[in-house]
């Protein structure tokens, strides 16, 4: 079950116009989040082929990208030659009215692009927020360095802390978690520059990067590393701090279990009819089951085995156990649940019709949040978006005679 999202009010962020010239994951995500917010959001993409997200990842759908879809819905689109003069030209006038920029490049580019922050667009434009993501943010050694996701969950030691345990390989978290986080934290730093400009009446700049993304995801791991001095490792689905707090192999399938505090772990052996494991003194206390998981792991894994998921998840419920099943991903989309929380959701692609997407994470009482449309087809918004800063139709089509924009043709479906 779906829901359309056209025709809604407008978001918190109405009125805010942010330019993206960020590509593939990190910096999109920011621009996602920010238009799922109702700030609009105007990608401009590198001429000829645009975002190389468009066609390095597949599956497609109906000749589009669906990564490319997911990470830029809800945003008009125009392709601009930066390395053109009257390129830059388009852009520094839609810089000068705009409210944010997000840029993902390696440092130094909007610089040799003559686009400088410092130099040339916070002197043009005071009130700019001016977003840079990056791999190690724009200080420190690595400043210099391209980023990707993989490098950053090695580097912010959260591969050290994923897979099975010692001896193992490392094992990196399934979603590219560090440009995902990245975007998020970009957005949240993006809404505060927002907050303080209102007082002040001057933008900054917001900088981020994959590495910081990856490091805030070990806090609990860290809080343990300064009290102890030992560098924790992977535990599998087991937590750190409290057992049994982990994934127990069914009868057909897996159950999370969060017996993580002392009332639960009671109400878990009750439910298991393992009452006897009360009295054992190695588990009596959360330090004793950490200190004997895995003996506590084996005590425990027989009594799950012994039903499937669906009956201990209707055990665990009528006794108030915090309890979950393992689902893939396209059973997490049909989760009532996920559902229930317009997590999944529709959008109209003006080539494609309604396409399946995700939802916004993030629910207010009184103004909506959530994607608008599609993502664009190359070029889509082009000519609506240089009218829009006053450029004639001569104009326009010496632009695009010239190659320093792009237009796509009118979808057909």
Known sequence: MTEMTEGRGEGPLAGIRVIELAHIMAGPVCGLMLADLGAEVIKVERAPAGD???????????????AFMMMNRGKRGIVLDLKRER?????????????????????????????????????????????????YGRTGPHADRAGFDLV?????????????????????VG??????????????????????????????????SLLEAGVTHTYWHSAIAFATGIAPGP??????????????????????IGAANQANWLRLLEALG?????????????????EHREELERALTPYFAARTTAEWLAVFDATGLPAGPVLSITEMHDHP?????????????????????????????????????????????????????????AEIAALLAEGAAIAADPPTR
């Not at 950053?152 to 990196?172: D, F, H, Y």
């Not at 995902?180 to 900088?207: F, K, N, P, S, Y």
């Not at 054992?280 to 959360?286: E, G, K, L, M, Q």
């Open 52 to 66: 190389d997200t468009r066609r390095s990842v597949p599956p497609e759908i109906g000749g589009e990208s669906a």
């Open 87 to 135: 390129g830059r030209e388009v852009l520094l006038r839609m810089l000068d009215a705009a409210d944010v920029v997000i840029e993902n490049f390696r440092k130094g580019t909007m610089e040799r692009l003559g686009l400088g922050y410092e130099e040339v667009l916070k002197p043009r434009n005071p009130r700019l927020v001016y977003c840079a993501v990056s791999g």
């Open 274 to 290: 393992a009452e006897e494991l009360a009295r054992d003194p190695r588990f009596a206390d959360n330090r004793g089951r950490m």
């Open 235 to 256: 535990m599998g689905s087991a937590h750190p701090l409290n057992a049994p707090y982990q994934a127990f192999p069914t009868k057909d399938g897996w159950i999370n």
């Open 175 to 208: 979603a590219p978690v560090t440009d995902i986080t990245a975007g998020i934290l970009a957005a949240l730093g993006v809404c505060a520059a927002l907050l303080r400009r209102q007082r002040t009446g001057e933008g900054q700049m917001v900088d981020t």
């Open 337 to 393: 649940q996920v559902v229930a929380r317009r997590m999944v959701t529709e959008v109209l692609h003006s080539g494609l019709g309604p396409v399946r997407t995700l939802g916004c994470p993030i629910k207010l009482s009184d103004a909506p949040t959530g994607p608008l449309r599609g993502a664009p087809r190359l070029g889509e918004h082009t000519r609506e978006v240089l009218a829009e800063y006053g450029y004639g139709e």
């Open 152 to 172: 950053a969950q090695g580097l912010s030691g959260l591969m050290s802390i994923t897979g099975e345990g010692p001896g193992r390989p490392p094992v990196k």
